[in-house]
């Protein structure tokens, strides 16, 4: 082989591995984690896990974005398409809504960039990967403690996150399913508080005069619930009435141990964050990823809250 021949084919080897995958070997690796918010302790939390993830691989740089509440979904859009104009190397995206999401993942895919859905899931066949709880179980282990704190019998309520996003619906469902075996409960109002802790209490507020013989509520995340028990706490029917969260945030837990909230469903966010940035990394690097990454709530109650307090 002459010298010219040589030097040709490496010259083909590099432009060959350069090309290979949208991350390289040896270039930086731009992970964007799009969340719902990141003004709550549960959104800071999936943060946290994220960031760990990405601080344990080298050349890997994560941007953690959102709009400024849950429901400013135009918002997220918005920085949605600012990522893929930047040419992220994949995206993990948590949807604050369906129809206004999925044409922008669309956009994503026609340009190469690699999406994981994290929290709540969507019908979207492009998606290499879907990370979250199982809000469903959830729901039903939630729904299931509240027929056993009132014996079977008695009136309920939920107050439950903006409606048709998946989360909450998965989580409102299950619930459902475990109140439908108990016949002596009867649920008399299901209210959207949009994940908001002001509205929570607004909405708790009209429940305990629409209905003072309610016994319990089910709010399907803690910015809810921790609204719910204030007016619950402001009517002095603290212990009266039982309120169980989804989220276990370390303020809902803390009200757990002194007996404001009855009970919380822990959604492991640090463990959701770390595994959606793993499996954005993976992706970028054009590895096989998991096609799902379910993670199983657990209950929170007096006996066992120390554990999600450290």
């Known amino acids: 082989m002459n010298r010219t021949t040589c030097l040709l084919l490496i010259a083909v080897a590099f432009v060959t591995a350069s090309s290979c995958g949208r991350a390289g070997k040896g270039k930086t690796i731009e992970i964007a984690l799009v969340t719902k918010a990141l003004d709550s302790e549960w959104w800071q939390r999936v943060k946290s896990g994220a960031e760990e993830a990405a601080r344990a691989v080298p050349g890997v740089k994560l941007a953690v974005l959102a709009p400024e509440r849950e429901v400013n979904i135009d918002q997220q859009v918005g920085i949605l398409e600012d990522q893929i104009t930047r040419g992220v190397s994949a995206l993990a995206v948590a949807p604050a809504g369906v129809s206004e999401i999925l044409p922008v993942l669309d956009k994503a895919k026609a340009a190469g960039i690699p999406v994981l859905i994290v929290d709540t899931d969507v019908n979207w066949p492009a998606k290499l990967s879907y990370i979250g709880a199982d809000n469903r179980v959830g729901g039903r282990i939630a729904g299931e403690y509240i027929v056993k704190l009132l014996s079977g019998k008695g009136k309920v309520a939920v107050i439950r996150g903006i409606l048709g996003v998946a989360t909450h619906e998965e989580r ?108 954005a990394i993976q992706a970028a690097k054009g590895q096989p990823v998991e096609k799902q990454s379910i993670i199983t709530p657990v209950l929170v109650t007096k006996e066992n809250a120390s554990m999600f307090l450290q």
Do not use: W, Y
């Open 172 to 279: 409102l469902a299950g619930f459902r399913e475990a109140i439908a075996r108990a016949p002596g409960i009867e649920c008399i109002a299901v209210q959207p508080a949009n994940s908001e802790r002001a509205l929570g209490m607004t909405v708790m507020e009209n429940l305990l005069t629409a209905h003072p013989d309610l016994k319990a509520v089910f709010a399907t995340n803690d910015q809810m619930a921790l609204g719910a028990v204030e007016a619950i706490a402001a009517r002095n029917l603290t212990g009266k009435v039982q309120v169980v969260g989804f989220d276990a945030t370390r303020e809902a837990v803390r009200a757990v141990v002194a007996g404001r909230l009855a009970g919380d469903m822990a959604g492991l966010p640090e463990v959701m964050g770390r595994r959606a940035v793993e499996e």
